[in-house]
């Protein structure tokens, strides 16, 4: 068997023995066989990649058919599988991720009421977003797609009983219905005109149909743009991810920062070739990936609920991805996808390491002179912090390197997309460098009723891994000069070269500038939240009507309730006693009535006892007999 | 002339099996009435085949008759777990309190 078949299906495996032995498992055997699972499918993913470079790089790209599913008219589906260098690196991802936040949760979710019950959603989420991945067509990608949809509404509600886990499980469903909406009717389109959903029919077919520059490429472009916008939570749909904070630490780390919110750039990848053909949309992915990076980048200035802070950087990097895509840069944007999945997920632990210490406090103004006590929370904690904000030769360094220069080089509107982006950067280094200060720096600002410690060993092991990673993951793609990318050659049969032509010293130059958004960043935080009580004064005083747009979020939540929730339920208040009551319910029950009167003198024969229908039945039978009698004797004759 | 007694013991075995299903309070006379016109019907139906006179007529009428045996086998197992309901719920002694199907 191909191992990435293993590594598929090992996850359902896992989810359907834990589900269906909730009850009987005791606890640590349900974490056990979940996360062994897990970790299978990972190894396998390491045989597939061996396997796969065992190939020459233009012998990567393999469709593995594994059965037919459905024969739709003239569309033939089948469960393919799509096994080439972009859904390899996702696999390895997603798995490997998976594994640490698997072995992270055994601890961290100890105690819980529901524990067997938490491994076999996430193992079932493992499966769903591996599937996403090696989809080879658009429907399974689509069942996938749903799939982790319904993995991170059950994750996000865990805790259900509690109303606001169960609302915004129900945002983010609500949300991604409308990006879901535009994918889907892409996919219909393309399935109406191109007569296959496969990818390679659908990439093959798309320039006869869809022609380059036209309106109707334009409209499947933006479609499928509209989809990822669901997923990848892009300003105006980003409004569910923060909120989705709410479920379990873990299932933020690996659901909300390192894979499922990174489908929306993988599938702008994948569609690579489709959006080529439209190069206006290619504008609005960069612009909109633009914007939001700077537009989450300042929200998360303001926010005081630590996992808030890191939601609103993952929406922001998110928008980093959008704009590599958006200037052609797609291996750009899959290494920052790969460099982002270690560092976000490592700084969402080492929250759930700060909530385990403090209780589940949240508030970071709260907390404060935690570095001594939680030693090893800090280091992992500070790792992450500095890849995120792209400090010098860790990972994120090289990765938001690499769409810095893209969109520097990128024609046109290059230089406005790399402003922003450099801006994004710097609010990262800000954002991300006021959470460590008001976090781990100086004295505590609350009286605490016991002393923090450090989590346990199989929480911290699995951050001492992420740490790592985030530090060195960024040599898999030096900058050009050093003529060193094994990443960028590994991913180049599936998305072809990103670079640019550069002209001397331009690369140099754009990673100085780099350099200074990340210092301009980490230096603003170090002066305003050294000491946090100057900060309260400043933002009380000068900056308090700056502070409250931030702190608001833009009011783009208020807005959504104006102008679409309070109206839909007004109409649907009106439709109910309008349309249902007076109209459905008065037709029905008035028909009822009639016949209920009606039928008041017939019901008198009808006394219930069988005496009475035998009689009546006999005689029946009786009188048909003499008619029968009658007609022949009389009238046949 | 036996024929023609034999068909009057039918006719009467019926109007007996009738008169028993609409007087008869007690469900399980009820029950025994019903048997009793299934066996009436049975009895009309062998005199009519074996005066046919023919072998396909013959053997026509005595398949019926074995289809009526094992509908009446089916009736009991029906009829007795209905009675079995009944008795449970306490209106098995008599079918005048068994009026579910009053209007």
Known sequence: MHPVIAALFLPLLGAVLVRAGAVRLVPS??????????????????????????????????????????????????????????????????????????????????????????????????????????????????????????????????????????????????????????????????????????????????????????????????????????????????????????????????IHAATMVTAGVYLACRCQPLFELAPASLYFVAWVGAFTAVFAGTIALAQRDLKRILAYSTVSQLGLMFLAVGVGAHGAAMFHLFTHAFFKSLLFLGAGAVMHALGGELDVWKMGGLARPLKWTFWCFLAGALALAGAPLTAGFFSKDCILFAAFMAQPNGRALWLMGLAASALTGLYSFRAVWLVFGGTPRVKRAHEPHDPPALMRWPMAALAVLSLVAGFLWLPSWTHFGPFGRFLEPVLGLSGHYAPPRAEEAAMAFAVAAFLAGVGAAWGLYRRGAQTVKLVGGRLKPLHRVLFNKYWVDEVYRALVVKPLFRTAGRMESGIDRAGFDEAAEGTAGTALESSTEGRKWQTGHTGHYALAMALGAAGLAVLVYLVQTWVLP | MTLGLLQLLAFWMFACGVAGVVIRRSPLAVFMSIELMLNAANLLIVLGSGNAGMEAAASAGLAAVFILIALGAAEVAVGLAVMMAMFREGKGASLDQATGLKG
Request: glycine letters at 12%; aromatic letters at 14%.
């Open chain 1, 29 to 254: 055997g349900a974490a056990r066989l979940a996360t062994a699972a897990v970790g299978l499918a990972h190894l396998f993913s390491w045989a597939a990649f061996f396997l796969m470079l065992s190939y020459a790089p233009g012998g990567r790209i393999h469709d593995l058919d594994l059965f037919p599913l459905m024969q739709i008219g003239e569309v033939g589906i089948s469960f393919l599988l799509r096994w080439d260098p972009l859904s390899q690196i996702m696999l390895m991802v997603v798995t490997g991720v998976a594994f640490l936040i698997h072995l992270y949760s055994v601890s961290y979710m100890e105690g819980d009421d529901r524990y067997p019950y938490f491994f076999a959603d996430l193992n079932l989420f493992v499966f769903s977003m591996v599937l996403l991945v090696l989809a080879g067509n658009f429907l399974l990608l689509f069942a996938g797609w749903e799939l982790v949809g319904l993995c991170s509404y059950l994750l996000i509600g865990f805790w259900g009983a509690q109303p606001v886990a169960a609302s915004a499980g129900l945002k983010a469903f609500v949300v991604n219905r409308i990006g879901d909406a535009g994918f889907i009717i892409a996919i219909l389109m393309m399935a109406g005109t191109l007569g296959s959903l496969d990818y390679t029919g659908v990439f093959a077919g798309a320039p006869h149909v869809f022609l380059r520059g036209s309106g109707s490429a334009l409209l499947l472009a933006l479609l499928l743009f509209c989809g990822a916008m669901g997923k990848s939570a892009q300003f105006p749909l980003h409004v569910w991810l923060p909120d989705a904070m709410a479920g379990p630490t873990p299932v933020s780390a690996l």
